[in-house]
């Protein structure tokens, strides 16, 4: 069984940074993808970015690509989500997701979820 618990989420000016920390209870942690979804009032969940546990590649929506950044710290079973130049189309309540497939964590259909943490981007 994999928990997953997100933090560092809050409220920031337009063209502010944050960073996520998404840490996992696993022992296995650095043999799974994970990934962040984020889910705005009124809106699906949209994905955000993924990284895989073999070889570090990422993958970004393009809505994000160039601003935020995906990277992980299997000694600390921790992943981060890196933002910058946040705008107020980023205000979403963000999750980390976890599998064993990358594919599942990029479709957003892993078997684990964090319970996620708010972001607010104020203009």
């Known amino acids: 069984q994999v928990q997953l618990v997100e933090s560092g989420g809050g409220l920031v000016q337009v063209g502010g940074s944050l960073r996520l920390s998404c840490a996992s209870s696993?022992?296995?942690?650095?043999?799974?993808?994970m990934g962040w979804f984020r889910q705005a009032p009124g809106k699906e969940r949209e994905f955000v970015a993924a990284i895989s546990g073999s070889d570090y590649s990422s993958y970004y929506a393009n809505v994000v690509k160039g601003r935020f950044t995906i990277s992980r710290d299997n000694a600390k079973n921790t992943v981060y989500l890196q933002m910058n130049s946040l705008k107020p189309e980023d205000t979403a309540i963000y999750y980390c997701?976890?599998?064993?497939?990358?594919?599942?964590?990029?479709?957003?259909?892993?078997?684990?979820w964090g319970q996620g943490t708010q972001v607010t981007v104020s203009s």
């Open positions: 997701t976890a599998s064993p497939a990358l594919s599942a964590v990029a479709a957003g259909s892993g078997p684990y």
């Open positions: 696993g022992r296995t942690f650095s043999t799974y993808a």
